[in-house]
């Protein structure tokens, strides 16, 4: 075991401020990233977890829900059936209204021509699926019996994110659009960080009247025979488009949508922020805290002089403690992520972590660290062999 880790470990309570500084510092910014990847996940997990191996978008979109027009003329549709190993295409259709609940009354159901004080109103989204086991727009995790549910008409899912917002439960009416509807279910993993959304089959869609029956239809959903041919097949399909769309594997679009998160101006300048708020946090706390550690450790290093331990040698056991430090930084802001993430999930929002910003923000709070180390060098100078016989 080398001299400077044998100090972090034996002498822990002097460094124990730099490592919280550091921890949090990664913190942090780990919490921000995580919060708006989380949001991004929350507004695709309908799409995420559906069975459809590839998306077919316009030729301009760069991600899902911006960076060009996503639809597409209706009659592509044959088009890419056509392909020989496709089996199953189906538009991504939805809508969004007005949403009221019905409040109920000890006498009985209340009037809905005369609002109680407490009724609720809020605009909702609304995605459709196919209510058909195992359909290309089925989310994975939905079970049988939840799509049987939803075939019911007029009868429509909600996460249990939106319960308390919209102010309904299991078998309450609601009003959506004027239509009275039944919350015929209840979702779970699905968490509603903006706008309530409603999940209805796409029946219920066309008899509500909303139902996407125009020249053009939203991004396809496309399911093929072998799903790890899904690469092989997207570039089939462009090459057979002549550029009026463009194929995407679920993957590649998923990495797409991650990657345009960062793109929004307002997010990049708060993750800088942070960073930078970050940045300044763990250098000047760690600084102090190693220059006040090697300050009392003084006749320590001087005795080490005495003995013929170069300059040189001690500036690099310094380094190294410097590094252990942002080491121990790290993996402390790993398991305060960790516990941040839990508590989130707790509460209903997702996190979500992309490995090369996690890579990006270890070697930031590594690089914090070893700063610090440089920059407490200069206490060494006080370590003059003399002062060990006053």
Request: positive net charge; glycine residues 10%; charged residues 15%.
């Amino acid at each position: 075991m080398s001299l400077a880790l044998a100090t972090l470990i034996y002498e822990w309570r002097r460094y124990m401020a730099a490592v919280v500084a550091l921890a949090f510092s990664g913190l942090l910014v780990l919490a921000f990233v995580g919060m708006f990847m989380g949001i991004g996940k929350a507004f695709t997990a309908q799409i995420d977890r559906a069975r459809a191996d590839i998306m077919v978008l316009g030729p301009g979109a760069t991600a899902l829900f911006n960076g060009g027009p996503s639809g597409l003329p209706r009659r592509l549709m044959g088009t890419v059936y056509r392909h020989p190993e496709v089996v199953q295409v189906a538009p991504l259709d939805g809508s969004g209204g007005r949403f009221q609940n019905i409040v109920q009354s000890a006498k009985g159901p209340a009037d809905p021509s005369k609002p109680p004080p407490n009724r609720k109103t809020e605009f909702v989204n609304v995605t459709v699926i196919d209510a058909i086991p195992g359909y290309v727009t089925v989310p994975t995790d939905y079970s049988d019996a939840l799509i049987e549910t939803l075939r019911q008409p007029y009868a429509v899912a909600v996460d249990e994110t939106a319960l308390g917002r919209l102010g309904v439960k299991v078998g309450d009416k609601a009003i959506y659009n004027g239509k009275t509807i039944t919350i015929a279910a209840v979702t779970k993993g699905y968490p509603n960080m903006m706008q309530a959304t409603l999940v209805m089959s796409r029946d219920t869609l066309r008899m509500l009247g909303e139902a996407d029956t125009g020249q053009r239809v939203g991004p396809l959903m496309v399911k093929i025979a072998d799903p790890a041919r899904a690469a092989i097949v997207a570039a089939q399909l462009n090459k057979a488009s002549g550029g009026a769309f463009k194929a995407w594997t679920r993957q590649e679009l998923a990495d797409a949508n991650q990657s345009s998160m960062f793109k929004e101006q307002f997010i990049s300048i708060i993750l800088i922020f942070a960073l930078i708020i970050g940045a300044i946090i763990g250098v000047v706390i760690t600084w102090q805290t190693l220059r006040g550690a090697i300050m009392s450790s003084i006749k320590e290093f001087a005795s080490l002089r005495a003995l013929g331990v170069s300059m040189g040698s001690l500036r690099g056991i310094v380094l190294e403690l410097s590094f252990w430090i942002g080491v121990t930084g790290i993996i402390a802001s790993g398991f305060l992520t960790w516990f941040v993430k839990w508590l989130a999930g707790m509460g209903g929002l997702p996190m979500a972590f992309p490995v090369p910003v996690v890579i990006f923000i270890a070697i930031f709070l590594l690089g914090c660290a070893m700063l610090s180390g440089f920059l407490s060098l200069g206490v060494l100078k006080n370590s003059q062999p003399a002062d060990l016989l006053r």
